[in-house]
């Protein structure tokens, strides 16, 4: 049997009675455990099974009962458009609570899923997908599988008794996958909430004592603005975990100061989730690391190619699905970065015009969202890029008009294109010409200092 699965069902045996989720109502360990075996039970023979579920324990447990029967699991990004979702899971079994939005198929519900518990054959290992953010034809899938067993070896029980986790990140993305995961195998609580709400989180943090939560960059902001943080109790809180895009260093330093020494910061992929971190130790009384990523965490190695970071090590993923494993070989991560002297690594840009943005660090290719403002009657050319703001990096388009067209317009004609806010431009400028380089294409550093320019 997989190390991993081993420890997930140890997990659900040992909790007992203790709550291991909590939304709309307490579920159990075993309440858990016994949910799982019918979904086990009913989910038959599947090669594949895509798991397209909104935040809710089953989402885990649907993943977990595709394992147990030896089948690939192949979590459906929640903030993808419609068509990647469809195109990363074709001829998979998938289970959804939207099955309006999938055509053909076979396509089930959690309801034809209940069925009666059968005899567990876990397979040696695990095998997991998750989908590239692309937006153009059918998103790469990457394979995972010894990056569980690692989750097995490192979330064990604290001596100090259960924790209790907040989940806001979709649990079928990495990072929310990995930090529901790490709390069962911890045998912590998990309070689940479906979707992003400041004021919300904040009250969960009062109400349930949260000692564990991970947030993005832009969540971060918005509890930091929220008008009810100064009457919030915070001091449950022993782990603020901050990543998914680079970290505006002011508000970093907020965080700090809010929270207390509790705030570190995690720099990964999906194809390598684990790269570097950094501890609130690490933080105190050095401002000059505000910026920094961390260092490169044990059985990770990087380097700096032509300004590029590239990776290896043990969390990398086995491959793309259809490509060769990766094995030793070095990942390029498209990021582009620095080390300093002590070895903590800087994030400088991306070295394409791939920009990281929204609740999820989803990242969006600029080209496919201008050829869709670009459809717009009105519209005769149109460049985006991503402009730096006090909470982050945001989508910003530069357009010429050839009518009457409005900024709100061109928001509409992008939100109807992709179906997700992160697509749509947070600001939107008007200009005569787009400035051109020396063999023709639009000359995004110079566009961007003209729409800056005082």
């Known amino acids: ?249 002011h508000r970093l330093a907020q965080a700090l100061d809010v929270f207390g020494p509790v705030v570190g910061q995690g720099y990964g992929l999906t194809e390598a989730p684990m790269i570097a971190s950094i501890s609130a130790a690490e933080l105190i009384d050095r401002p000059e690391r505000l910026g920094s990523v961390g260092r490169i965490v044990p059985g990770m190695e990087a380097r700096i190619t032509d300004g590029e970071v590239e990776v290896r090590g043990l969390s990398m993923m086995d491959g793309y699905l259809g490509g060769p494993d990766v094995g030793a070989g070095w990942l390029r991560t498209g990021d582009l970065g620095r080390f300093d002297d002590e070895g903590y690594l800087y994030l400088l840009d991306r070295a394409d015009d791939v920009v990281v943005v929204g609740e999820h660090g989803t990242k969006v290719p600029t080209t496919v969202v201008e050829h869709a403002l670009a459809t717009h009657p009105a519209v005769r050319s149109a460049a985006v890029f991503g402009r730096e703001t006090e909470d982050g990096r945001l989508l910003h388009a530069v357009v010429v008009a050839a009518g009457a067209v409005t900024e709100d317009d061109l928001k509409a004609r992008a939100r109807a294109a992709f179906g997700q806010e992160h697509y749509v431009p947070a600001s939107v400028d008007f200009v005569d010409a787009l400035p051109l380089t020396d063999v023709g294409k639009v000359d995004k550093r110079a566009l961007a200092q003209l729409v800056t320019a005082p």
Request: proline share 9%; no cysteine; aromatic share 4%.
């Open 1 to 249: 049997m997989s190390f991993f699965l081993d420890k997930v069902l140890a997990a659900l045996d040992e909790g007992g009675d203790r709550p291991l989720f909590v939304q709309d109502g307490v579920t159990t360990y075993h309440q858990a455990r016994d949910r799982l075996r019918r979904l086990h039970g009913g989910l038959g023979e599947a090669e594949t099974v895509a798991v397209d579920l909104r935040n809710r324990p089953e989402t885990v447990l649907v993943q977990l009962a595709a394992l147990l029967r030896g089948a690939t699991a192949l979590m459906v990004p929640a903030s993808a458009p419609t068509r990647d979702r469809l195109a990363a899971a074709s001829g998979a079994t998938v289970v959804t609570d939207r099955p309006h939005d999938w055509p053909a198929g076979d396509v089930r519900t959690l309801a034809d899923l209940d069925g009666e518990p059968e005899p567990l054959n876990p397979p040696d290992t695990v095998r997991l997908l998750f989908p590239t953010g692309g937006t153009t034809g059918t998103p790469k899938l990457i394979r995972h599988s010894g990056i569980y067993d690692g989750m097995a070896s490192i979330f064990t029980p604290s001596p100090a008794g259960p924790g209790r986790t907040l989940l806001v990140a979709p649990m079928t993305h990495m990072t929310g996958n990995a930090t529901v995961l790490g709390a069962l195998l911890r045998l912590d609580t998990v309070v689940v909430h479906d979707g992003f709400d400041a004021g919300a989180v904040l009250e969960a943090i009062q109400e349930h004592r949260i000692d564990t939560l991970s947030l993005t960059p832009p969540r971060l902001a918005a509890l930091l603005d929220h008008p009810a943080l100064n009457t919030t109790d915070l001091g449950s809180v022993r782990s603020l975990s901050l990543g998914a895009a680079p970290l505006p260093p």
